[in-house]
């Protein structure tokens, strides 16, 4: 039998109390674990599709499908990371019921597939932009989240940072052994050459999956005239 898909989106609908409409039958599907990238002007809808997915907002119509637990990584780690220390912060994102061993070895496990590994006591405030980023998908491992959901998490960092951020939700979404399904909202084009599917986000619909190079070119056309008009102005 199949495994069921990572995620399913049918007609999702929202609007906020000021009566403007977010998503508008808002479908789609993930078909398998990977890295999954969203691009789309401010105000598209890309933001609160994330929070509805995790649980953050309640939809207004349509259902949201997922054998998976959700975990939402923010572009600003500084607005979810809460606690003194990188192992106080993992502790509060681990499940109930464990023994003192076993979440030692949830947060030492959780650490190195970041990249942390050693830094189970460093102060959160002595880390640079890039650890505290990897801190906070740590936490999303450790909570037992195998659904994560970026909102533009390279948007604060400097290129090299940006970079290992990428390439660690790439690593994590392809492993050999249980892979992530990671949905990763971004602005920068040259990330999707990474994705192994990309969409646009319109007025609170969604396009279609196609690879990261054809969306790329796509784009490009499309901003093609507008960049010529500039120039002839």
């Known amino acids: 039998m199949a495994s069921p898909a990572p995620l399913t989106v049918e007609r999702l609908g929202f609007a906020w109390p000021n009566g403007r409409t977010a998503l508008n039958h808002c479908s789609f599907q993930i078909p398998k674990p990977g890295l999954w990238m969203l691009v789309g002007s401010n105000g598209s809808?890309?933001?609160?599709?994330?929070?509805?997915?995790?649980?953050?907002?309640?939809?207004?119509?349509?259902?949201?499908?997922?054998?998976?637990?959700?975990?939402?990584?923010?572009?600003?780690?500084?607005?979810?990371?809460?606690l003194p220390s990188c192992?106080?912060?993992?502790?509060?994102?681990?499940?109930?019921?464990?023994?003192?061993?076993?979440?030692?070895?949830?947060?030492?496990?959780?650490?190195?597939?970041?990249?942390?590994?050693?830094?189970?006591?460093?102060?959160?405030?002595?880390?640079?932009?890039g650890q505290k980023q990897r801190l906070a998908i740590a936490g999303a491992l450790a909570s037992e989240a195998s659904l994560l959901l970026l909102d533009e998490p390279t948007a604060l960092l400097d290129p090299?940072?940006?970079?290992?951020?990428?390439?660690?939700?790439?690593?994590?979404?392809?492993?050999a052994e249980q892979p992530l399904t990671a949905l990763w909202i971004t602005?920068?084009?040259?990330?999707?050459?990474?994705?192994?599917?990309?969409?646009?986000?319109?007025?609170?619909?969604?396009g279609p999956?196609?690879?990261?190079?054809?969306?790329?070119?796509?784009?490009?056309?499309?901003?093609?005239?507008?960049?010529s008009g500039r120039a002839e102005g």
Do not use: Y
């Not at 509060?92 to 070895?105: I, W, Y």
């Open 160 to 175: 090299s940072s940006q970079a290992d951020a990428l390439e660690l939700v790439h690593q994590l979404s392809h492993r």
């Open 209 to 227: 999956w196609q690879s990261g190079k054809a969306l790329i070119q796509q784009l490009a056309r499309q901003l093609a005239p507008l960049q």
């Open 87 to 129: 192992s106080s912060e993992l502790l509060l994102a681990l499940p109930e019921g464990l023994s003192s061993s076993e979440r030692s070895d949830r947060i030492h496990t959780a650490l190195e597939q970041v990249g942390l590994s050693g830094l189970a006591q460093r102060p959160i405030h002595t880390l640079s932009g």
């Open 45 to 82: 809808g890309k933001s609160t599709l994330l929070r509805l997915i995790a649980g953050l907002l309640i939809p207004r119509s349509g259902q949201i499908h997922t054998p998976l637990k959700a975990a939402l990584v923010f572009q600003n780690p500084d607005h979810q990371l809460l």
């Open 187 to 206: 602005h920068r084009l040259e990330e999707l050459q990474r994705c192994d599917g990309a969409a646009v986000m319109e007025e609170g619909h969604m």
